[in-house]
C-alpha cells in the first residue's frame, strides 16, 4: 500500500497557522486500521508529496536576517538563484527547520510515522518529494540529515518524484507545471542564457523561483508588518489578537494572487467604524511589496517573459500594485486591491487548471503514457481534485488526483461578493494486483481518495 498526501506546509507559526497535531493522530490511526483490515499488505509506502516543512513562510527572513544576506539577494549563485553565500543559506534553513521541528504538529507528524506498522516484518518506507516552499532539501545535504535524525529510526529518502509501476503510480509535487514555482525556464533563459535543462532534469530542482521569494517577504512580510504595526500603536486587546490570528490566513489563498481580493473583503470594517486598522495594514502591504521587489531575485526574473501570462511578468503587475498602494489611502484602497485580480490573467481552456492539464499531458503522452501508469498524482495548488482523462471496458484509466492539502482551503464564493473556507484532510491510498482483493472488478493497482472537509471556526 502506498500512502500519499502533500501541502502541509510545517511552519514555526510566526506568519501562518499550523494543523493540529491530531490530524496525524487521525490520519495514522486510519492507516493503521487499513493495515489490519487488509491483512495482506506487501509493504506501507509513505509518500510525502511535497510542501510538508515550509522553510520560506516564517517571519525570520524579515525580521532576523538582514536584507543583503537573505537566499533572493546577494550574488546568485548561476546554478540556483540562491544567495552564493552557501555556508551563511544552509545555516538559515537550518535554522528555520529547527523552529519547525520544535512545534507540536511537527512532532506529531514524525510519531505518526515511527508508530506506522511494520508489514511483511519490514517497517513503513517513506519518500520524500522535495517540493517548492521545501526546495533547500534539494540544495543543502545538511537540512535531509537532521530531517533523518527526527524520523530515526525510520528511513527517509528524498527525491524528485516516485514512480510504482506495480501501483500504476507516478507522483510527483506539480510545481513543475506553475509558471512561478517552477525553476527551468528562469535557468533556461536568465541564469545560463543558453541553458538546455528540460523541464524534469534533476539540475532544474535546485533553481529557487519567485514564488519562495513571494511567500517570505511579501507574504509573510505582510503578516509580520502588520503584527509589528498593531504593537507600534499599542493594539493588543483580545479582538485585536483575534484579527492578527485570523490574517494569517492571508497565506492560504489559491492562487497566490487571490489574497489581494481576500485581503480587500477580510479588513472592510475591521477595527471599528473608524476602519483603524487600514493605515497599518497598508503600511505593511507597501513595506512588503517593496521588499520583495528589491530583492535580486525579483529583478532577475523581470527578465523573464512567461508564456503562462497575459502580459508581463509577475513582478510587472506587483509593481502596479504597488503603486496603487501608495496612490490609494482607506476604502479606496480597498476598492482597487477588490480589482487587482484583473492584472494576473485568468486560467482558461476546458475547466483545467495548469497542474491538471500538465497531468493530462504527462497521461496521454508523456512519462505517463504507457500501459503501466493508470495514475498521476500532484500536490501543491491545495486544492483536491479528480480527473479522469480516458477509460476502458476492462477498467483501465488514465486518472489525475490532486492531493489538496491539510490546511484550511480558502475560496471565492460562486456570487463573487465574499470567501469561504473550511478545513480539508485529504490523502490517497493506492494498492497493487497482490493487495486489497475483496470487491475486485479485475487485476490491477486500485485507488481510494479520501477528501475530508470540515466547516467549522476551530481546529
Given at each position: 500500500m502506498i500512502v500519499v498526501f502533500s501541502?502541509?506546509?510545517?511552519?514555526?507559526?510566526?506568519?501562518?497557522?499550523n494543523v493540529h497535531a491530531r490530524a496525524f493522530n487521525l490520519l495514522g490511526g486510519e492507516i493503521a486500521a487499513v493495515a489490519e483490515k487488509k491483512g495482506d499488505l506487501t509493504e506501507i509506502h509513505l509518500v510525502l508529496l511535497g510542501d510538508i516543512y515550509d522553510l520560506v513562510r516564517t517571519s525570520y527572513w524579515v525580521d532576523e536576517v538582514a536584507e543583503k544576506d537573505r537566499p533572493w539577494n546577494g550574488t546568485a549563485d548561476p546554478e540556483t538563484a540562491m544567495n552564493a553565500d552557501e555556508a551563511t543559506a544552509r545555516s538559515?534553513?537550518?535554522?528555520?527547520?529547527?523552529?519547525?521541528?520544535?512545534?507540536?504538529?511537527?512532532?506529531s507528524l514524525a510519531q505518526m510515522v515511527k508508530d506506522l506498522p511494520a508489514v511483511n516484518g519490514q517497517p513503513p518506507r517513506v519518500t520524500y518529494v522535495v517540493g517548492n516552499h521545501d526546495r533547500a532539501f534539494n540544495n543543502y545535504a545538511e537540512l535531509n540529515e537532521r530531517l533523518q535524525r527526527e524520523f530515526d529510526p525510520i528511513k527517509v529518502e528524498f527525491d524528485f518524484k516516485v514512480q510504482a509501476d506495480a501501483y500504476g503510480l507516478l507522483a510527483r509535487h506539480g510545481h513543475e507545471w506553475d509558471a512561478e514555482c517552477h525553476g527551468w525556464e528562469f535557468y533556461n533563459k536568465v541564469l545560463r542564457r543558453d541553458g538546455k535543462l528540460e523541464q524534469f532534469d534533476p539540475r532544474c530542482y535546485r533553481v529557487q523561483a519567485i514564488g519562495e521569494a513571494v511567500t517570505a517577504e511579501l507574504m509573510s512580510g505582510l503578516v509580520h508588518n502588520t503584527a509589528r504595526g498593531f504593537?507600534?500603536?499599542?493594539?493588543?486587546?483580545?479582538?485585536?489578537?483575534?484579527?492578527?490570528e485570523s490574517f494569517k490566513d492571508v497565506n492560504n489563498l489559491r492562487p497566490l494572487t487571490a489574497a489581494f481580493n481576500w485581503l480587500a473583503w477580510f479588513v472592510r470594517g475591521q477595527g471599528g467604524k473608524d476602519d483603524r486598522y487600514l493605515p497599518v495594514i497598508r503600511e505593511a502591504l507597501k513595506n512588503a511589496l517593496s521588499g520583495l521587489l528589491r530583492s535580486r531575485l525579483a529583478r532577475q526574473w523581470d527578465k523573464l517573459?512567461?508564456?503562462?501570462?497575459?502580459?508581463?511578468?509577475?513582478?510587472?503587475?506587483?509593481a502596479r500594485v504597488l503603486a496603487l498602494v501608495k496612490q490609494r489611502q482607506g476604502l479606496k484602497l480597498l476598492e482597487g486591491l477588490a480589482s487587482v485580480a484583473n492584472l494576473f490573467g485568468a486560467g482558461g481552456g476546458n475547466g483545467l487548471d495548469s497542474l491538471a492539464k500538465g497531468a493530462e499531458s504527462e497521461l496521454t503522452n508523456g512519462e505517463a503514457s504507457g500501459d503501466a501508469i493508470q495514475y498521476v498524482l500532484y500536490g501543491h495548488t491545495h486544492e483536491a481534485r479528480e480527473d479522469c482523462f480516458r477509460g476502458s471496458q476492462d477498467g483501465r484509466v488514465k486518472f489525475y488526483v490532486n492531493t489538496g492539502t491539510f490546511l484550511p482551503f480558502i475560496d471565492r464564493s460562486r456570487d463573487g461578493r465574499g470567501f469561504w473556507h473550511a478545513h480539508r484532510m485529504t490523502y490517497a491510498l493506492l494498492f497493487n494486483g497482490d493487495e486489497d482483493r475483496d470487491g475486485r472488478r479485475g487485476p490491477g493497482p486500485t485507488l481510494d481518495v479520501w477528501n475530508g472537509l470540515r466547516r467549522k471556526m476551530t481546529d
Open positions: 501541502d502541509v506546509h510545517l511552519t514555526d507559526g510566526t506568519t501562518a497557522r538559515q534553513f537550518l535554522a528555520v527547520l529547527e523552529r519547525i521541528l520544535a512545534t507540536e504538529p511537527a512532532r504593537a507600534e500603536e499599542g493594539w493588543n486587546s483580545p479582538a485585536d489578537l483575534a484579527f492578527l517573459q512567461s508564456d503562462f501570462l497575459v502580459a508581463g511578468d509577475l513582478t510587472d503587475h506587483l
